[in-house]
């Protein structure tokens, strides 16, 4: 059987870290559907912003309810909440709802210095480049508490092969267990 390559992302280097970047639509509808599809899995994700000098990685406390409304997703979790601008917005200059509009939708692997897979996320930025949020998906090599585990289970990429599917039209990539097969 012939295997068939492997569409590769765009490599970016950001704050000293080394990312293969995948772009997803960042229509409304597919906004929330990614949003969705994320916060199924809100047992084994973490959630926040990753900016220079902050990494956020909040464990959401349980299922979120999520509703749109007139371009803004709210994702509820009762306690608390998040609203994110994700579509037109009724009533504002249309130069404020393209600043904060989600303008790139990327899923992401963090590289090492072999070039090897070793985190998994999602992340929403807006019109100016600044996250709104970033998803740590789950890793093979992590528990949900964040221990480190003994054998890679391969199992907890099925979200991150999930989500390429559904928004990308691609499978699953070796790439993601090349780190152990090389033996680090």
């Not at 068939?4 to 080394?18: L, N």
């Not at 994700?86 to 590289?111: A, D, H, N």
């Amino acid at each position: 059987m012939i295997e068939e390559p492997v569409s590769r992302g765009e490599i970016v280097d950001e704050c000293g870290a080394r990312f293969e970047v995948f772009r997803l639509p960042n229509d409304e509808d597919t906004l929330l559907n990614v949003l969705k599809d994320c916060f199924a899995e809100w047992r084994h994700i973490r959630i926040g912003p990753l900016i220079p000098g902050a990494l956020w990685e909040i464990r959401p406390p349980g299922e979120p309810s999520i509703t749109a409304d007139n371009g803004y997703a709210t994702v509820d979790f009762h306690d608390w909440h998040v609203h994110l601008c994700i579509g037109e917005r009724e009533g504002v200059r249309p130069e404020l709802v393209q600043l904060r509009r989600t303008s790139r939708v990327e899923l992401f692997r963090r590289l090492d210095r072999w070039e090897q897979a070793f985190r998994w996320g999602l992340r929403l930025l807006n019109g100016a480049g600044q996250e709104q949020i970033t998803f740590a998906l789950p890793s093979p090599f992590l528990t949900d508490d964040e221990q480190a585990m003994g054998e890679p289970d391969w199992g907890r990429l099925a979200l991150w092969n999930r989500l390429r599917r559904k928004y990308l039209g691609i499978g699953p990539d070796p790439v993601d267990s090349a780190y152990w097969k090389c033996g680090f």
